[in-house]
């Protein structure tokens, strides 16, 4: 089996403008730089403005940079688009961006979607992966999870939220449907989201939505038939697999296309490095969002459009 990219020229032509340092600001962000200023008293601290922070921290994620060199590189950034606009100080950031408010920036349609639902870890601190390998985890190792919905057909990322590792899958799948604007047509997610309370949260839709979760194998039914209430999806899901086999199950039910929700991590992780910078878990948890911020910009910009060839 293999693939062929029916949009070269475009991909290849997206792929090195991801590269490019070329920076612009329009108005409303020039504009909108600076909010004003709260006293009218002489040496007022000046005050940011929302785009200012999260401007300073994707510029930090997406080069990898500290705090005081992303400092260093907006303002000179500025200079030479010769743009008089002051850098706010790495602490300032720090102190602002755990209060910020972050959307995720997504093309518009009007079609169902195909949402697939997953979670992925991204260190905080700890050993690296050789000691690991060779020495095993310490307790000091630690993680944050960041649970992701992603559109089938344009891999974009619909929803995120950032948890605890010790905050269950199935506990933030509620959420992760509540940040989906779009009508979703089907949700894909791996056996770790076989709870009711991911059905309920399903049901709750106010058009049905298609289920492709598979059952764990030791599974039974939750709602028998002789039950006056509709078919629950779970059970339907279940009957299925005791007919025709879990295989042919979940390529009836296109189950194979959750993978992109692994590809979307591998993206995320590849780019980003799969490592927080900021100490306090609200900051983490704004730094894990303008990252996904920034992945969508990168799929708008470049996406290959794949079709399989019979070889």
Known sequence: MS?????????????????????????????????????SRRGALRTYSDIAIATFETLK????????????????????????????????????????????????SSRS???????????????????????????RRTWRKLHLSVDEATGEI?????TTNGVHDSAVFADLLEA????????????????????????AREKPVKVAIPP???????????????????????????RQGRKSWKRQAHYHRRSLAETTMFRFK???GGQVRSRTFDNQATELLLQCAAL??????????TVWVDD
């Open 113 to 139: 979607v195909h949402l697939v639902v997953d979670s992925t870890g991204v260190k905080v601190y700890g050993e690296r992966e050789w000691k690991t390998r060779q020495h095993g985890v310490s307790k």
């Open 216 to 242: 764990q194998k030791n599974a039974k039914i939750w709602q028998h038939g002789n039950s006056k209430a509709p078919p629950h999806p779970r059970d339907e899901n279940l009957r299925a697999i005791r």
């Open 180 to 203: 989906t604007d779009a009508d979703i047509e089907q949700v894909s997610a791996d056996g770790a989201y076989d709870k009711r309370r991911c059905y309920d949260a399903i049901q």
């Open 270 to 272: 590849t780019m980003f």
């Open 61 to 108: 994620s997406i080069y990898g940079l500290a705090g005081r060199q992303t400092e260093g590189f907006v303002g000179s950034l500025l200079e030479l688009m010769d743009v008089d606009l002051p850098v706010p100080e790495h602490s300032t950031v720090s102190r602002r961006k755990r209060h910020l408010s972050v959307t995720l920036p997504v093309v518009p």
């Open 3 to 39: 693939y062929r990219i029916r949009n070269w020229s475009e991909y290849n032509a997206g792929l090195k403008q991801r590269g490019s340092v070329t920076f612009w600001l329009d108005e409303a962000a020039i504009e909108g730089w600076q909010e004003p200023a709260k006293s």
């Open 158 to 162: 619909l929803g995120a939220v950032v």
């Open 296 to 305: 969508n910009r990168m799929i708008q910009i470049a996406k290959p459009d």
